[in-house]
């Protein structure tokens, strides 16, 4: 089976969720207010700038997979929070999928829905953690997953002195980190291979890690929210708003991953995601 994986690596913000339902109240109580400050309403805008560039790309890749006419073609949206996109949205059991039919369906009305606009277009959700196989194999056209890989499957490490990696961390938390990512990684690529067809397309989009070429720094995209989180978090330890304890366990189980780390397993010896047949495509 051969499939083709194109990504796109870029410096975003993510989204945070959480307005939790009174358990009373029998009204719908989504995540966010109305959708508004979840991730289809205002990350979900800012990410599709992220990848304006390789737009047209992605709509040829997508044009030339394999289809038979009159068949299914078949998309994934994963990692889609209450996403705009298409057709079987995927994501964690705990998302707030309500908030997704809701927008889909258009109760939620901004922004507009694809489904109330077209025809033969049908949307499904699947709650299945994207480490997992999620849909039957060889049944995906096309798998699409913006800003949601950087979500690790668990807590590599626990870090002594801020909330994710940073510069001065010790050895082997950046270690632990580096070995989760890419073992995550890999597996998320193997579930996919296993579920799209061949000559499918998986397109991921990933906040990312860069290397500053003048002060030789590997840099990230969150930085300034990593920094901010911890200091703050640190100042609450020394105000005794928390204990030493409770900052060692707060961490961030993510990954911003560089260019390498996202290429190596289609280029390390003996990798399996080569040999299921999946290959990186030229930008
Ligand atoms: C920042 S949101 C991205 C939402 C949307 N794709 C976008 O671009 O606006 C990240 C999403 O990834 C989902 N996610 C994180 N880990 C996941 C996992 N293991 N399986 C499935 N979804 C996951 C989260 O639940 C969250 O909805």
Request: with cysteine.
């Amino acid at each position: 089976m051969s499939a083709r994986f194109l990504s796109s690596t870029v410096n975003v913000s993510t989204s945070a969720k959480c307005s939790p339902t009174k358990a009373k109240e029998a009204v719908f109580v989504p995540f966010a207010e109305g959708g508004f400050g979840s991730s289809g309403a205002t990350p979900g805008k800012h990410h599709a700038g992220y990848i304006e560039p390789i737009h047209s790309k992605v709509f040829k890749l997508a044009l030339s997979i394999p289809f038979r006419k009159g068949s299914v073609f078949t998309i994934g949206d994963y990692g889609a929070a209450d996403a705009q996109f298409q057709v079987i949205h995927e994501d964690q059991g705990e998302n707030d999928f309500n908030s997704l039919f809701r927008r889909l369906t258009g109760i939620i009305p901004e922004p507009p829905s694809y489904l109330l606009t077209m025809d033969n277009v049908y949307a499904f959700a699947c709650g299945t953690d994207f480490y997992k196989q999620c849909v039957p194999s060889n049944s995906m056209h096309f798998i699409m997953c913006m800003m949601s890989v950087h979500w690790l499957s668990q807590l590599p490490t626990v870090y002594r002195d801020s909330i994710y990696v940073y510069y001065e961390s010790l050895k082997e938390e950046k270690v632990a980190l580096r070995r989760q990512a890419q073992a995550d990684w890999e597996k998320f690529l193997l579930m996919r291979s296993r579920e799209l067809r061949e000559g499918g397309v998986l397109f991921v989009g990933s906040p990312a890690a860069y290397m500053d070429q003048k002060t030789c720094r590997l840099r990230h995209y969150g930085e300034k929210l990593v920094t901010l989180m911890t200091d703050v978090w640190k100042s609450f330890t020394i105000s005794g708003k928390i204990a030493r304890h409770e900052f060692i366990n707060t961490n961030f189980p993510c990954c911003l991953r560089n260019t390498d780390q996202i290429r190596e397993p289609f280029e390390i010896e003996g990798s399996q995601v080569l040999a299921l047949g999946q290959h990186l495509l030229p930008k």
